[in-house]
């Protein structure tokens, strides 16, 4: 996939800003404060909608506008060409088009602009907690996988209610509510069970990818492994079947704790993904320059997984991260990066590099190809 070109309106502190992006590397440097990780944002919003900083659609209004829009252009590897278009107002809300076409929901778009982020923020994959690996594990399932992301926006539904309802009989549950609860209880885990052994099967399979970053970013013999943690026992080559009647015996056995306490204490919303180096955890005994590496390789192992699932380049935006490395690092990943489709990376120096289109980012206003 490639961004040939996009604009701003009232995005950030950009009124009205195009950018133009060519095959492969793309570097946008400039001063700090220039609008550099406001553009990968919007390029990010292009693609999936949201911010990857987990910004609110609001906060990414331009200070004293009253919308804003982004307007992408885009190839596929194929060469097929298509528009797609981000607009929001407080009043309005957010609304996205492809083609012009307005989305009846913005789950639509998801996978068909494959996009991987890594910012400085990322460093909470590994220090931070539970949910921010599964926002990796939800991002990488859902961009290869429609059905997944369905069972999960369901799932999260069927959460909401399970939990408004628990929180109703707290105390005294009346027969009428235990009833609506089996109902809920059902479909609950019917959900979970799909969304854990789809998740499972990632893990599975993104070993390999992981063990291939590794071997091209990493030059020491290290072994990454990656497990899926749950609450719920699920033996290897658990069927869907298998997880099913897992969650539904252990669901039954909690159930009047889960009254008492008013919520829902079993699922794939607590799951957790445990990341080791050489058998020991990253969070606990790595160093910061491990966790550094460990966080890179998780992103460029999330893009050869998408490729390989959608035979799609995923276009990959990394904010800031030279900045991260040493000078060595920084070109051994820009070497690596060139073979990978398009990537655009901020940086506050322009640098030297071969076959690299660097771009300089001026006051936001606009940015001039160098
Ligand atoms: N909603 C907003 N409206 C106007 N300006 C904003 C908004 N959000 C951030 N900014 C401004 O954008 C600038 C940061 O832009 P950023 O893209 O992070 O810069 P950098 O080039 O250093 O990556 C800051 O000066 C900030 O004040
Ligand atoms: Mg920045």
């Excluded at 804003?68 to 590897?77: L, Q, R, V, Y």
């Excluded at 929180?167 to 027969?175: H, L, N, Q, T, V």
């Excluded at 998780?298 to 390989?308: D, G, R, S, T, V």
Aim: hydrophobic content about 40%.
């Amino acid at each position: 996939m490639k961004l040939i070109a996009i604009h701003l309106q009232n995005f950030r502190r950009h009124g009205d800003a195009r950018l133009e992006l060519g095959e492969g590397v793309n570097i946008l440097y400039g001063r700090n404060g220039a609008g550099k990780t406001n553009f990968l944002e919007a390029i990010h919003y292009a693609a999936l909608t949201k911010s990857f900083i987990n910004a609110s659609d609001a906060e990414c209004l331009k200070f004293g506008a009253t919308h804003f829009e982004i307007n992408a252009e885009w190839e596929s590897d194929g060469g097929i060409r298509s528009t797609a278009r981000v607009y929001f107002s407080n009043e309005q809300g957010k609304h996205v088009f492809v083609n012009k076409s307005e989305l009846e929901s913005f789950a639509k778009i998801v996978g068909e602009y494959p996009c991987v982020a890594l910012s400085p923020f990322d460093l909470a994959l590994v220090q931070g907690a539970p949910q921010e690996r599964r926002r990796f594990l939800d991002s990488s399932v859902s961009q290869t996988n429609k059905a997944y992301l369905e069972d999960l926006l369901n799932y999260r539904r069927a959460l909401t209610q399970r939990n408004k309802l628990l929180s109703e009989m707290k105390g005294a549950p009346s027969d009428a509510q235990r009833q609506s609860l089996a109902v809920w209880t059902e479909s609950f885990a019917a959900l979970a069970a799909a969304i854990m052994f789809r998740r499972l099967k990632f893990v599975q399979e993104f070993a390999e990818s992981l063990a291939k970053a590794y071997r091209l970013f990493h030059s020491f013999s290290e072994t990454p492994t990656i497990r899926y943690d749950s609450d719920v026992e699920i033996p290897p080559n658990a069927t869907k079947a298998d997880i099913l009647s897992e969650i539904q015996l252990r669901l039954a056995r909690i159930e009047e704790e889960e009254i008492r306490r008013g919520v829902t204490l079993l699922g794939a919303h607590r799951d957790d993904l445990d990341f080791q180096i050489n058998g020991v955890s990253v969070r606990k005994f790595a160093s910061q320059g491990q966790q550094k590496t460990f966080v890179v390789c998780l992103k460029l192992a999330q893009h050869f997984y998408i490729q390989n699932i959608l035979n799609e380049k995923p276009i990959f935006l990394l904010d800031d991260v030279f900045s991260e490395l040493d000078r060595d690092r920084a070109s051994d990943l820009v070497e690596l990066l060139k073979p990978m489709g398009q990537s655009i990376i901020t940086t506050t120096e322009k640098k030297q590099f071969d076959n690299v289109r660097q771009i300089l980012i001026d006051d936001g206003i606009h940015a001039t190809a160098r």
